[in-house]
């Protein structure tokens, strides 16, 4: 297999449902991206931005309307063979025999995984490891119909992680866990991370992507509206500074050059791109007017920030995006505005 620094790349990729005009729809609009060796990369989007559709091309199992997929530099649907048994998949729903217990379905898959080990008892280790990696251990004989909804998706991702993938795609692994095993799962992904293995998901939970994703991408419509690390995205929004209306009028000369404050419910807030130079600068005034700024708060904006800006009035592009700058400093209607002169 290629050792290529990008495991997955996609150029214009495609996909359409359905015949091409009326009654057909083209759920992936021409995405390109790249992953590169040992990277987490999310996948973030509303419901039917086209997540699951994009992932379902990078795992081979459909063939682009459009476009090209490279997965460890193969084309993974037409060289299925050749990338398959490299790769791990944890679907948005896994379907397994509802009688097998989850150690009796683990083995049953490992069976038909060509790099799981040849012999029944390295197998039996393999699944065991993998069932105790997910904190499943306890539960090995319980029939599948009888786990819990949270359970069933740790069996999931266990199946995943037999085989010893170099590439790992995981469709919203942790939909349905509770806090703690969420955390665990988090673990997981660090871990395989740290070994190397490239991991691609798609998640709802924006401080999953936050705590994990070295980058993402935010889908709408098919397409992507914002890629980049974590903290490169959240910075698409200004940083805010709070502090309460100071006692008496604003005072003049109080706010830095060029800012606009807005007034609501007492707070004063301030936009900025550039966070650290007004909050000196703000100080500093403060300081040489002898206000005082009671509950100061300045903090970037968070990736949930950005996500609703960017998913905001489904009928717009990534271009209206690019305009928050100005959109996200106008004052709502129950907000005063304050110009620093
Ligand atoms: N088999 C199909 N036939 C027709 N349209 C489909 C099919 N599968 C998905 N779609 C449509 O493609 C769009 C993208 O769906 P997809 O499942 O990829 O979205 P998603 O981002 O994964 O959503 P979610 O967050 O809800 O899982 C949706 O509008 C969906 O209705």
Redesign the pocket.
């Known amino acids: 297999m290629d050792d290529a620094e990008d495991v997955i790349g996609a150029q214009e990729l495609r996909?359409r449902?359905?015949p091409r005009g009326a009654g057909g729809?083209e759920?992936?609009r021409g995405l390109s991206f790249e992953v590169r060796r040992g990277e987490v990369f999310a996948?973030l989007?509303?419901?039917?931005?086209?997540?699951?559709?994009?992932?379902?091309l990078l795992e081979g199992l459909a063939e682009p309307s459009g476009g090209s997929v490279r997965v460890l530099g193969r084309d993974p649907f037409r060289e299925r063979a050749a990338v398959r048994p490299f790769t791990g998949v944890m679907l948005?729903e896994g379907g397994f025999p509802a009688d097998l217990t989850a150690a009796e379905t683990a083995r049953m898959w490992a069976g038909c995984l060509s790099r799981a080990p040849g012999s029944r008892a390295g197998r039996a280790a393999a699944v065991s490891s993998a069932l105790d990696r997910v904190g499943l251990a306890a539960r090995a004989g319980v029939r599948v119909k009888q786990l819990s909804g949270g359970e069933r998706r740790r069996l999931d991702l266990a199946l995943a992680l037999l085989g010893r993938p170099r590439v790992l795609f995981l469709?919203?692994p942790t939909t349905g866990l509770d806090p703690r095993a969420r955390r665990d799962t988090w673990e997981v992904v660090r871990e395989l991370r740290e070994r190397g293995v490239t991991v691609l998901l798609?998640t709802?939970y924006l401080e999953e992507a936050e705590a994990l994703a070295d980058r993402l991408a935010i889908?709408r419509e098919?397409r992507i509206v914002a890629a980049g690390t974590p903290a490169e995205v959240a910075a698409r929004e200004p940083a805010r500074i709070r502090f309460d209306v100071p006692a008496g009028p604003l005072a003049a000369g109080l706010l830095p050059e060029g800012t606009t404050a807005a007034v609501r419910g007492g707070r004063v807030e301030l936009r900025t791109r550039d966070l650290q130079r007004t909050l000196l600068e703000l100080l500093l005034r403060a300081r040489d007017l002898g206000v005082a700024l009671p509950g100061l708060d300045a903090r970037s904006a968070s990736l949930e920030e950005v996500f609703l800006t960017i998913t905001r009035d489904g009928a717009h592009g990534a271009a209206e995006h690019e305009g928050t700058a100005q959109a996200a400093g106008a004052p709502a209607r129950d907000e005063t505005e304050v110009t620093a002169p």
Do not use: C, I, P, W
């Open positions: 996909r449902y359905g729809f759920a992936v996948l989007g509303t419901n039917g931005a086209g997540k699951t559709s994009t992932v379902e948005q469709d919203e798609t709802h889908m098919g």
